[in-house]
């Protein structure tokens, strides 16, 4: 069975630390992998999509990586700040069938001024 | 449109009446999924449609659930005799082939 896990549940740091969110999955033949940030109320919004075949992307103060053979991927936020506050979920997908993604629970980040 | 759009936002109802969740997808998308969310947990699965093919429906928890989508356009989730249970937000997302995952606002049922 293909299980996704999100380590800290919950997270809470002051404004400007860097901090690293970690998702992990049991089988690693992924086709792709996406980290989305969820608000309190709304839906969800699409940070970062990694392929397969990379090992890293990035977005403004945010970088993904992807270690596929350890089943693995991270989520790095620079500088934080308060509006990066949200749940923050990992979404890998497996295969050529397009309904096998699974998303972890999140993990909920509290950024204080 | 430019995004995906889901009515209504909010929706009350009382125990045992049926409800419809509406979802617009992305135009040109040929993809499209229903997920639920409940409370402080995670999304779950319930169905997926690709196109003109037969929609994968295996993660629909009874049979009081069902939706339909015509073509590659407007696709409905009906919950009939609600119950409290059913209290969640209900997501839609549209995607193009693996290049990611768009998600509406959402659809907030309350069962009372």
């Known amino acids: 069975k293909q299980e996704v896990t999100q380590i800290p549940a919950a997270l809470s740091v002051p404004e400007g630390e860097n901090l690293v969110l970690n998702c992990s999955f049991t089988?690693?033949?992924?086709?792709?992998l996406q980290w989305f940030r969820q608000d309190p109320g709304k839906g969800l919004t699409s940070l970062l999509l990694?392929?397969?075949?990379?090992r890293e992307q990035t977005s403004g103060r945010l970088n993904a990586s992807l270690d596929k053979s350890s089943g693995r991927s991270t989520l790095y936020i620079a500088a934080s700040q308060p509006g990066d506050s949200a749940t923050y979920l990992c979404a890998p997908r497996w295969g050529g069938n397009n309904n096998d993604m699974r998303f972890g629970a999140g993990t909920r980040l509290t950024v204080k001024p | 449109g430019a995004g995906v759009s889901q009515s209504p936002s909010n929706k009350v109802t009382e125990k045992g009446k049926d409800v419809e969740l509406r979802c617009d997808p992305i135009?040109?998308?040929?993809?499209l999924y229903w997920y639920r969310q409940r409370l402080g947990q995670g999304l779950e699965f319930l169905i997926y449609f690709q196109g003109n093919s037969a929609p994968d429906k295996s993660g629909l928890p009874s049979d009081r659930f069902s939706a339909e989508r015509t073509g590659e356009s407007v696709s409905t989730l009906t919950i009939q005799r609600t119950q409290q249970e059913d209290s969640a937000v209900y997501l839609c997302?549209?995607?193009?082939?693996?290049?990611?995952?768009?998600f509406g606002s959402g659809t907030r049922l309350t069962v009372v």
């Open positions: 135009s040109g998308h040929t993809a």
């Open positions: 089988d690693s033949a992924i086709y792709n």
């Open positions: 997302a549209s995607s193009l082939g693996g290049f990611g995952y768009t």
């Open positions: 990694i392929q397969s075949s990379q």
